[in-house]
């Protein structure tokens, strides 16, 4: 059975940074693919960073030049550096891994989640 343990996340101001990391057991996490995703509140999940098995890498627009999505594959962790960070970006941050790169991009389909992380971007 997957698991995800997500941490690192906090309260900043704008402009600054944080670096999530998330933990994942019960997959090949050298085969799978990674993302992170966010819930904002009233708002459905989203997709926001893809590491591929391979580290090619993907990233919604709002994350894009903003975000960098990295992986561990030693130690089964996968995680997000978060720069300039915006009030736009407050929100409970997942990640998931996924056999399939196709799946990554549908997370109201991905059966298993971790408790999320929350980050609040506040003056």
């Known amino acids: 059975q997957v698991h995800f343990v997500e941490s690192g996340g906090a309260a900043v101001q704008p402009g600054g940074s944080l670096k999530l990391s998330c933990i994942v057991s019960?997959?090949?996490?050298?085969?799978?693919?990674v993302a992170w995703y966010r819930q904002r509140p009233g708002n459905r999940r989203e997709f926001v960073a893809l590491?591929?098995?391979?580290?090619?890498?993907d990233y919604s627009t709002s994350a894009k030049g903003r975000f960098t999505i990295s992986r561990d594959n030693a130690k089964n962790t996968v995680f997000l550096q978060m720069n300039s960070l915006k009030p736009e970006d407050t929100a409970t941050y997942y990640c998931?891994?996924?056999?399939?790169?196709?799946?990554?991009?549908?997370?109201?389909?991905?059966?298993?989640w971790g408790q999320g992380t929350q980050v609040t971007v506040v003056s």
């Open positions: 998931n891994a996924q056999d399939q790169v196709t799946r990554i991009y549908l997370p109201d389909g991905l059966p298993a």
């Open positions: 019960g997959i090949d996490f050298g085969r799978s693919h």
């Open positions: 590491s591929t098995q391979f580290a090619n890498t």
